[in-house]
């Protein structure tokens, strides 16, 4: 709340860092188009870790990547919405200005990160190449700027690694590396993608403990994109839910994870193993990730729902405020139409 | 040794991509021998005004096709010239050749597989089917056509082959790019805000390279291959300027009464192509990022 009117005393006319309206992503294929990304909205405030929960292939990384921009196109497209980012339609800019943007002002880390970095190009260099291609730093400068990172995202002995190559490093420094190249800009948003898919426990623990810490030290918001609920309660503040192209439920963790409100977040959070209950089996969900090209009428979650009516494969169900700050896409929670059938 | 190693050091870092290549080259015997050949052709080539006994032109028609002897150890021609200071010399023309035809089809095909593999679509399909054209032909026969009318002279020779030889490149550059375009860290520098031309010179590009330096060093051997089948068949070099090719080409004639003429420059050139074979087979095992750890 504080950071909202330190915004509006300077003028500014927003209080949200990043707003999603209405996003549509589609990819046309020769089966039909298929609906990536179908009709989101969320909002990340100054400071927020926000986490976007859902199973491979909801579209957490397609929406990732309509922010940057950067869905391959073809056969890609964002078809409608917007992308506010500091008050401005990232939709309406041009390519250039997009340039601009990623790398500085949002950047992104991913899954892999044996793969993300330039197997020749030694790994301070590649740091360096990030802030070059957004200042005028001399190389002398931007180097020893690399070396500084490399130590504050945990590297010992930074000055040496930088002059290694990514293959001399391990998975856990890649990591850190990339994450680096991500926050040597100052960037207002980092997208990490499963950041931690691909490391083991330990380094898992490591890499979310440092992104807490630079959550803690900058100014930086992070979107974080996971399929782990377990990270998501213990790093983020606000989350969503994803099913099949479309935000399901929403809210600050703390309330989604006391009161799930939607019957799918209930349900992934029964299938999630816990220390403090015995059980013989894990609870799964029936059914399969829907068909994007053909989605389910209605509701998209009713053929896999237990509490499903008629009524949910006829109307889509709109976000429902249920709690204060906590929405929930489901038809339980408007009570005349509910009752009605 | 080293101070040999301290530059290495200093000029690669520790273990660098061209470090490990040269670590693995050391226990590679083949690579090695091919390694050597080439570096003696080299020497051959760039000191043969000191190293060769003989004026290579020097006729005397008196002593014409005399057998190999201490005197002349590869023995003389039907002029009576020694043929170890032609082959001296011929060395040069073998190795410019290999080298020009090489860097022209080089420049071509990287330019044209790296348009064609990053942009893609029509600029693409253009460049493909004029590079599937010229490797509909055969490349020695369309050479043959080539300097024929072009003219004969060892420019339109070596014009001639890398007209020939660079849609080889051309599509092993745009596979690569092809594949390389698609990685994850390509991504990474998009997502930093890299322009298109930036991420193809720095990142694109350079991780491209490995097979072509491979192809490179086996398309030397072609070429000297090639420029000494064209100089056989009188479309090359002209007399009496020495070439292997033309050395076996007038040996030819003599082959019962003086078959070193045409045997020893044969050896030569099998041995040169062999080397610069096992040199790229070696490289090719060097660069493999699945033999390494």
Redesign the interface.
């Known amino acids: 709340m504080t950071l909202d009117l330190e915004y509006s005393e300077k003028g500014m006319q927003h209080n949200h860092l990043l707003e999603i309206v209405d996003l549509k992503t589609y990819f046309f294929t020769k089966r039909g188009a298929v609906k990536a990304v179908d009709g989101i909205s969320f909002t990340i405030d100054a400071g927020d870790v926000f986490g976007l929960v859902g199973e491979s292939g909801c579209g957490k990384s397609v929406t990732a990547l309509s922010i940057l921009r950067l869905v391959p196109d073809p056969p890609g497209k964002i078809v409608s919405g917007q992308v506010i980012f500091e008050g401005e339609d990232l939709l309406q800019k041009s390519e250039e200005e997009m340039r601009s943007i990623r790398g500085a002002k949002i950047s992104m880390i991913f899954q892999d990160p044996l793969t993300s970095l330039d197997p020749i190009v030694r790994v301070g260099e590649q740091i360096v190449e990030a802030i070059r291609t957004h200042t005028n730093m001399n190389p002398q400068k931007a180097w020893e700027k690399a070396v500084k990172i490399l130590t504050e995202v945990g590297i010992p002995d930074a000055e040496i690694r930088a002059k290694q190559y990514p293959f001399q490093l391990s998975g856990g420094m890649r990591q850190r590396v990339m994450i680096a190249i991500a926050l040597v800009t100052e960037p207002r948003l980092l997208i990490a993608d499963e950041p931690t898919t691909n490391l083991d426990v330990t380094i898992q623990a490591q890499i979310l403990t440092l992104l807490k810490e630079i959550k803690a030290k900058t100014q930086t918001s992070i979107l974080f994109i996971t399929h782990n609920l377990g990270i998501v309660a213990w790093l983020c503040n606000k989350l969503a839910v994803m099913y099949a192209g479309k935000i399901v439920e929403y809210g600050a963790t703390k309330s989604v994870f006391s009161n799930p409100l939607h019957p799918y977040t209930t349900l992934l959070l029964k299938a999630v193993p816990r220390l403090d209950i015995k059980k013989e089996m894990l609870e799964s969900i029936e059914g399969d990730v829907p068909d994007l090209v053909n989605p389910p009428s209605g509701c998209r979650f009713h053929p896999r729902c237990p509490y499903a009516k008629k009524i949910c494969s006829i109307i889509q169900p709109p976000m429902i405020e249920v709690e204060e700050g906590h929405y929930a896409s489901c038809l339980i929670y408007d009570k005349e139409k509910w009752r009605s059938v | 040794m080293r101070p040999l190693k301290d530059l290495k050091k200093l000029l690669f870092?520790?273990?660098?991509?061209l470090s490990i290549i040269i670590e693995h080259l050391k226990s590679d015997k083949p690579a090695l021998f091919g390694l050597a050949v080439i570096i003696l052709l080299v020497l051959m080539a760039v000191f043969a005004d000191f190293i060769s006994p003989y004026d290579p032109n020097l006729q005397d028609l008196s002593r014409r096709l005399e057998p190999p002897s201490w005197e002349h150890p590869f023995g003389r021609d039907e002029f009576g010239r020694d043929i170890l200071s032609r082959i001296i010399y011929g060395s040069r023309i073998s190795l410019t050749v290999g080298v020009v035809v090489i860097t022209i089809s080089l420049l071509i095909g990287t330019a044209l597989g790296a348009l064609s593999g990053y942009i893609g679509g029509w600029i693409d399909l253009v460049i493909m089917r004029v590079a599937d054209i010229f490797l509909a032909f055969p490349g020695l026969l369309l050479a043959i056509g080539l300097t024929a009318v072009l003219g004969q002279s060892i420019f339109n020779v070596m014009a001639a082959l890398a007209i020939v030889n660079w849609p080889g490149y051309a599509r092993v550059i745009r596979s690569q790019i092809l594949y390389i375009k698609g990685?994850?860290?390509v991504?990474?520098?998009?997502?930093?805000?890299?322009?298109n031309a930036?991420i193809l010179a720095?990142?694109v590009l350079?991780?491209s390279f490995a097979p072509i330096i491979v192809l490179a060093t086996i398309g030397m051997g072609w070429a000297i291959l090639a420029e000494a089948g064209l100089s056989f068949l009188g479309l090359g070099v002209q007399p009496p300027t020495p070439s292997w090719g033309s050395i076996i080409a007038t040996g030819r004639d003599f082959i019962f009464r003086a078959p070193h003429i045409t045997t020893i420059p044969g050896i030569v050139l099998a041995l040169s192509i062999l080397a610069f074979n096992l040199f790229g087979d070696g490289l090719r095992d060097a660069l493999d990022p699945r033999l390494?750890i």
């Open positions: 870092g520790e273990s660098s991509e990685l994850d860290y991504e990474a520098a998009r997502i930093m805000g890299a322009s930036r720095s990142h350079p991780n390494r």
